[in-house]
Each structure stands twice: as C-alpha cells, then as structure tokens.
C-alpha cells in the first residue's frame, strides 16, 4: 500500500512569510508525528497527534508552529512569521497505534527560509 | 526528558567486516528501541527494533542487543556490504510516544 506521503517536498520561502507543509498518513493509522531534522543530525521531535488531538506538543520550539489533524488522517504543520533558523527538513511519521509501534516515515519537505 | 547518545559519529569498514554502533538512553522508562537506515536525500527507514522484555533480536546480517540495566542498545551489522552505507539512527521511545534519536552514525563500506 501507499505509504507516507508529504507535501511539497520542497518550499523556500523568504523570513517572515507564513508555511504550510502536509502530511497524509498510511491509511488506518491512528498515530501521526512531526519531527525536524537539520543537516548532519537526527530527528526531533515536534509533536504527536493521537486520532485528531495532540497527544503531546511538547517539542513545538515556540508559538509560531503549531499543527492541525482537524479529521484523523491529514496533518499539516504550520509556521508563522518564518526565521532563517527553521530551515530544515520536516519529517511526518505514521503508526498503527502508539505506544512502542513502529512509525513509518515519509519523504520530508526541505523548508529553506532565506 | 531522554537523552540519547550514539557513537561512534562516523565508521568506516571493509566489505565483509562487521559493524558495530552504540547507543545509550538515559530514561529508565524507555521501553521500545529502534534503528533507522537514512541514505542521503532519503526518508528514514526502520531497520529492526527492540522491545524492553527482549535482550537481543536478529534478522539475518542485522542483530540488535538491549542492556536494560546499563540502559545501553547496540546495532550489530555482519557480512557488510556497500548498500550498507548510510546513515543509522538509534531511537528510544520515552513518554507516551515520542521518539527521542541520537546524533547518527555514518556507515562507510569500503569495497
């Protein structure tokens, strides 16, 4: 089956412009994960919706990200007022359930805020 | 919360040598330890996991080992082979379901 995918897989965008990215899940799974991953480093985690709630948004670095998952299956993450430092590839990951499964992730979109 | 560490950063083998990456977490509560494969450009892709009720699991080439008790995993690639080359992450799932990776490791298979 189809597995995760991500839009777009590439945004530049100037400082200060506001960015959308999204995220479609594998069909069926409940669990849904942003994380942020700059050049030369792992994974970050940015925050984990379980159904359409965010289970935990801890790893949301301010108040200008902040992401919606208003019907279970899609996500998308939004940026507001945009810094040079949020240039990063943003990784969307899916799981069956929570708790110890194991979480496919998707292509990443390379935001490049000049 | 977790802090994971990975090394060694950068391992450079010959074509049919083994392999091997450390990982060591901090929260005792972990419970669910998985390595990803990154190639460059490449969405991360999971190789083989461990649960905390396991010490050690193996698929073919790929073995990982869990010290629960020294909150230490390992990655064990034998037979190394150039596709091997990539990235490898270690992760360890913390509160709820978060993922907390290490630095990476770069996996240089010289053939």
């Known amino acids: 089956g189809a597995g995760v995918s991500q839009t777009p897989s590439n945004k530049v965008t100037e400082k200060g412009k506001y960015v959308e990215l999204r995220c479609d899940p594998i069909?069926?799974?409940?669990?849904l994960y942003w994380y942020r991953q700059s050049l030369g480093q792992g994974p970050e985690f940015l925050i984990y919706f379980q159904g359409t709630g965010a289970a935990d948004d801890s790893g949301l670095p301010n108040d200008r990200f902040f992401a919606v998952r208003p019907e279970g299956s899609v996500s998308t993450l939004k940026i507001q007022r945009t810094e040079r430092g949020d240039s990063a590839v943003y990784l969307c990951?899916?799981?069956?359930?929570?708790?110890?499964?194991?979480?496919?992730f998707g292509p990443g979109t390379r935001l490049t805020v000049l | 919360g977790e802090n994971v560490e990975q090394h060694p950063s950068t391992l450079s083998v010959q074509e049919g040598d083994s392999a091997v990456i450390k990982c060591t977490y901090s929260?005792?509560?972990?419970?669910?330890f998985p390595w990803y494969k990154q190639e460059l450009g490449k969405r991360p892709q999971l190789i083989i996991d461990?649960?905390?009720?396991?010490g050690e699991k193996k698929d073919q080439r790929i073995a990982v080992t869990l010290n629960k008790t020294a909150k230490h995993f390992s990655l064990h690639i034998t037979e190394t082979q150039p596709e091997d080359s990539a990235v490898y992450f270690c992760?360890?799932?913390?509160?709820?379901?978060?993922?907390?990776f290490g630095e990476g490791t770069q996996l240089t298979v010289n053939p």
């Open positions: 929260d005792s509560a972990s419970n669910y």
């Open positions: 992760g360890a799932e913390t509160s709820g379901s978060r993922l907390t």
């Open positions: 990951a899916s799981s069956y359930d929570s708790r110890a499964d194991t979480q496919y």
């Open positions: 069909s069926g799974h409940t669990a």
């Open positions: 461990i649960r905390s009720n396991v």
